[in-house]
């Protein structure tokens, strides 16, 4: 199947083993997949993985995403939302940031609730029915704050398996320990003296363990994570660099703009300006 030249923001779809994914959809939008039966397996981030009947799935837009197969009995109900639209409507929530990387790295989640299951499906039904009604007054309007509800909704629905694989890595080993709390903290803290500080061991041990577990170093983790989160928050228009800079407790202006360089190669200017 192929996308309309001029692509809409938002496309609701019903999928099969006969009627896949529109052509390039993972270029432009945002994928969420309800599937009904049967099954989809992917290659996701170089990890085999496969979604099943009463599952949800979300792909961001570019993700590193290969291999789709699906099951002779598959059924799903698709929901594309085009990539800047979603990320200008995010609701500015503590809870934001979190979330989106907690579905970077989890993209299949089980709905065993049948009201769960009901939620999502009229979540995509009403974000698409305001897509579609140009008619009203006050469309563009309308259709933000419908995007941020349905933001929260999907949030809201998924909060209890956050939590719970969150309260998983609290009680877990000092690996698992330490990459929780970077996730919690690398917004202000990028120092790995003080996670070594907070779990009590040296930061020479920390490096250890953590290179012994993962093949990365304590500090080149709290890096890829303040990475991720600077992208975001350099994503996010409603932000200027100077406040993004006191979020993230930089000293100054001029030395997040040099850490921005270093883990990113262009300063925040230049990232925002080949956003467009």
């Known amino acids: 199947m192929e996308l309309e030249i001029n692509k809409p923001c938002i496309v609701l779809l019903e999928l099969s083993e006969e009627m896949g994914f529109p052509i390039g959809f993972n270029t432009y939008y945002h994928t969420h997949l309800f599937c009904h039966q049967g099954s989809i397996s992917f290659m996701f981030k170089n990890v085999e993985m496969q979604c099943r009947g009463n599952e949800f799935l979300f792909w961001f837009a570019e993700s590193q995403l290969k291999d789709l197969v699906f099951s002779k009995t598959f059924k799903a109900t698709i929901l594309l939302v085009e990539k800047h639209f979603l990320y200008d409507n995010i609701p500015d929530q503590s809870w934001s940031i979190d979330a989106i990387l907690h579905s970077r790295q989890y993209p299949i989640k089980q709905l065993n609730d049948k009201n769960d299951r009901q939620r999502v499906l009229s979540n995509f039904r009403w974000l698409h029915d305001k897509f579609k009604n140009r008619e009203h007054r006050f469309y563009e309007e309308v259709l933000k704050l419908q995007m ?127 956003l467009g």
């Open 148 to 274: 941020r509800v349905f933001i929260l909704e999907m949030w809201h629905t998924f909060a209890n398996e956050y939590e719970r694989r969150k309260r998983t890595l609290q009680s877990g080993s000092l690996y698992e320990r330490f990459v929780h709390l970077v996730q919690e903290n690398c917004m202000t803290e990028r120092e790995v003296r003080y996670y070594a500080n907070t779990l009590s061991v040296t930061p020479k041990y920390l490096n250890f363990v953590s290179k012994q577990n993962s093949g990365v170093t304590a500090s080149e983790w709290i890096q890829r994570y303040t990475k991720e989160r600077i992208i975001l928050l350099l994503q996010n228009e409603n932000l200027n660099i100077a406040e993004i800079a006191d979020k993230m407790i930089f000293s100054s202006r001029s030395f997040f703009t040099r850490y921005v360089k270093k883990v990113l190669g262009v300063t925040p200017s230049e990232y925002r300006n080949r």
